[in-house]
């Protein structure tokens, strides 16, 4: 297992129980699944299959923003955008073992560590185009969060084997990648060169 956390996006893969499976059996550190457009009765019905198809690798499945349907699958961790974090009442965090926050800034991870985050992913940190036309927050950015919090940073955005070295030399415990693992045909082999790199910085 290595540390770096897939978060999913079914429209960059034909097959997504069938991607996410080649992505579990690569055992990455998590799957985040980040499919916010759906309905809450959709996404129950995705998370039933995820979490089953990651159990199945001992992968934790994290689901994402649909607080309600996390705590009714008995799901253990949940990713948060940060304001959803603020307002979620002290009894709903506690059915969570973990819990993570989206942070764009010092103050926000600072603010979601106050808030009981377990870790925090901190971007994007280099031109992606998931955010196509927004300048990339670079290392710099990525060094003073982790300088900042005591919880884990996972850097996110941009992400790939070639400069995963920096931001790992940047404090951070590991980074998030989406693209690359959703639409690579060998999810494992995509992985291992991420461990090659960690390796050798």
Same mark, same amino acid.
């Given at each position: 297992?290595?540390?770096?956390?897939?978060? &999913?996006?079914?429209?960059?893969?034909?097959?997504?129980?069938?991607?996410?499976? =080649?992505?579990?059996?690569?055992?990455?550190?998590?799957?985040?699944?980040?499919?916010?457009?759906?309905?809450?009765?959709?996404? $129950?019905? *995705?998370?039933?299959?995820?979490?089953?198809?990651?159990? !199945?690798?001992?992968?934790?499945?994290?689901?994402?923003?649909? &607080?309600?349907?996390?705590?009714?699958?008995?799901?253990?961790?949940?990713?948060?955008?940060?304001?959803?974090?603020?307002? *979620?009442?002290?009894?709903?965090?506690?059915? /969570?073992?973990?819990?993570?926050?989206?942070?764009?800034?010092?103050?926000?991870?600072?603010?979601?560590?106050?808030?009981?985050?377990?870790?925090? &992913?901190?971007?994007?940190?280099?031109?992606?185009?998931? =955010?196509?036309?927004?300048?990339?927050?670079? *290392?710099? /950015?990525?060094? !003073?969060? #982790?300088?900042?919090?005591?919880?884990?940073?996972?850097?996110?955005?941009?992400?790939?084997?070639?400069?995963?070295? $920096?931001?790992?030399?940047?404090?951070?415990?590991?980074? #998030?990648?989406?693209?690359?693992?959703?639409?690579?045909?060998?999810? =494992?082999?995509?992985?291992?060169?991420?461990? =090659?790199?960690?390796?050798?910085?």
């Amino acid at each position: 297992m290595c540390d770096i956390i897939c978060v &999913t996006n079914r429209w960059l893969c034909e097959d997504f129980p069938a991607q996410l499976r =080649k992505i579990a059996e690569a055992e990455p550190k998590a799957v985040i699944l980040r499919e916010k457009d759906l309905s809450p009765r959709e996404y $129950s019905s *995705l998370a039933v299959t995820a979490m089953r198809i990651c159990g !199945e690798y001992g992968v934790p499945c994290v689901l994402h923003s649909f &607080t309600d349907t996390a705590a009714e699958l008995g799901a253990e961790a949940i990713h948060l955008p940060l304001h959803i974090l603020c307002g *979620l009442p002290d009894d709903m965090k506690r059915r /969570f073992r973990t819990i993570g926050a989206s942070c764009h800034s010092v103050s926000d991870a600072l603010e979601a560590q106050k808030q009981g985050a377990s870790y925090i &992913t901190a971007g994007h940190v280099f031109a992606t185009d998931c =955010k196509k036309g927004l300048p990339p927050r670079g *290392l710099d /950015f990525l060094r !003073e969060v #982790c300088s900042a919090v005591s919880i884990p940073v996972y850097a996110i955005g941009g992400i790939c084997a070639e400069n995963y070295g $920096s931001v790992i030399a940047a404090g951070a415990s590991g980074a #998030c990648v989406m693209s690359g693992l959703m639409s690579c045909p060998d999810p =494992k082999k995509y992985l291992d060169r991420f461990k =090659k790199e960690s390796d050798v910085k």
